[in-house]
């Protein structure tokens, strides 16, 4: 009867096989990622706008966000600029008044001491007047 039998497997052998199913396995995955990778792009692209417009869309936000700040910004300073101008105005005012105020109070001031002295004069402040009672 005839048998076959394996030969021993040499050391070309093995690598020969190693390196054919590798070729086969790289050129599978190779292909397989290939097709993969065609359908991406374009899932990526269109992500990509749709983010690249929603970004844009964010950023056009802020810009007008930043600009309507400045502006409210800018007309509450002009609000406050004229407020503490009318209010210094007001304070000038106040320092005249109070001003005008302590002339009078120091010219009212020197007409009692006058008066003091005159009835200091007059001997006034010591002595009850005569009353003279006619019986």
């Known amino acids: 009867m005839f048998t076959l039998s394996p ?9 020969s096989t190693n390196d054919y199913i590798r070729q086969l396995v790289d050129a599978q995955t190779n ?3 290939s ?7 374009s899932e990526l692209l269109a ?10 869309s964010d950023i ?4 007008d966000e930043l600009t309507r700040l400045r ?3 800018s007309n509450k300073s002009l609000s406050m600029e004229s407020t503490v101008a009318i209010l210094q105005n007001r304070i000038e005012q106040i320092d005249n008044r109070f ?6 109070m120091t010219s009212f001031q020197d007409s009692l001491n006058w008066m003091m002295r005159a009835m200091a004069r007059a001997n006034m402040d010591k002595d009850p007047p005569l009353i003279v009672q006619k019986s």
């Not at 097709?35 to 792009?41: G, K, L, N, Q, V």
């Open 47 to 56: 992500t990509s706008t749709d983010e690249s417009k929603w970004l844009k």
């Open 7 to 15: 030969a021993p497997s040499t050391e070309f052998e093995r690598f």
């Open 35 to 41: 097709t993969i990778m065609t359908d991406i792009p």
């Open 99 to 104: 001003d005008r105020m302590m002339a009078e």
């Open 71 to 73: 502006t409210d910004t």
């Open 31 to 33: 292909a397989a990622s």
């Open 60 to 63: 056009n936000q802020l810009k």
